[in-house]
């Protein structure tokens, strides 16, 4: 995979709001997908989206993708403390994932 | 019922010791990965197996040798260890080559002294 770029770089927001972020990628892809890490711990697979799709739900997660652009954007609605964590996006997929630096997001009581 | 499991969780070791962090999936996954997580943060691939056979070796020291006994196993042994070892090593496997997206042990973090 190639190298994400995340915007912004880190993200402060009051619980119940909505959080987005954004990606962008240099390269044609076949999939993006994001991942998140919270604080010392493992990453977590969210969602992957696929070149020929445009947007896609997981629960209070909506990605989107535009391939014209290469860029993407993940919105997290209502978020909640517990949303607290770095994500990244992985343009591309494959046995080979190169991850930025991703977006720090923090969610406050 | 873990998926992906990684012992130790903390390991403090003296420069020039040999180490190893053991791996082990129970996703029934063709292939798994190491990738080491540095200070700032960036987090990059080492190695991966699939079937037990190696099929991505980064840019990684020959102190690092990866040695997968079996699919749902891949261990990290490190000789010689060194200040800059220290970091975060993340274990994971997925299905197939990767295209569906991979799936994460919790990590073990590494202090060389």
């Known amino acids: 995979s190639q190298q994400g770029e995340e915007d912004p770089q880190a993200l402060s927001i009051q619980e119940g709001e909505n959080a987005t972020m954004n990606c962008s990628y240099k390269t044609s892809i076949n999939n993006l997908q994001w991942y998140r890490q919270n604080s010392g711990r493992g990453l977590v697979h969210l969602i992957l989206?696929?070149?020929?799709?445009r947007e896609k739900h997981s629960g209070r997660l909506r990605v989107t993708l535009d391939t014209s652009k290469k860029s993407s954007s993940l919105l997290i609605t209502a978020s909640r403390a517990a949303d607290t964590a770095s994500y990244f996006c992985v343009p591309g997929g494959g046995n080979k994932l190169t991850f930025g630096t991703g977006t720090q997001l923090k969610v406050e009581l | 019922d873990t998926a992906v499991s990684q012992t130790p969780k903390y390991l403090v070791t003296q420069m020039g010791n040999d180490k190893s962090i053991k791996c082990e999936q129970n996703l029934g996954h063709d292939t798994m990965y190491w990738y080491k997580q540095d200070s700032k943060k960036f987090l990059k691939i080492m190695f991966s197996?699939?079937?037990?056979?190696?099929?991505i070796n980064e840019t990684v020291p020959n102190r690092f040798s990866p040695k997968s006994p079996d699919k749902a196993h891949l261990n990290l042994h490190i000789n010689s260890l060194e200040l800059g070892d220290s970091a975060v090593y993340f274990c994971?496997?997925?299905?197939?080559?990767?295209?569906?997206?991979?799936?994460f042990g919790p990590g073990t973090r590494l202090t060389v002294t």
């Open positions: 197996y699939n079937n037990k056979e190696l099929i």
């Open positions: 994971a496997s997925s299905p197939g080559q990767g295209w569906d997206g991979q799936y």
């Open positions: 989206i696929r070149s020929n799709e």
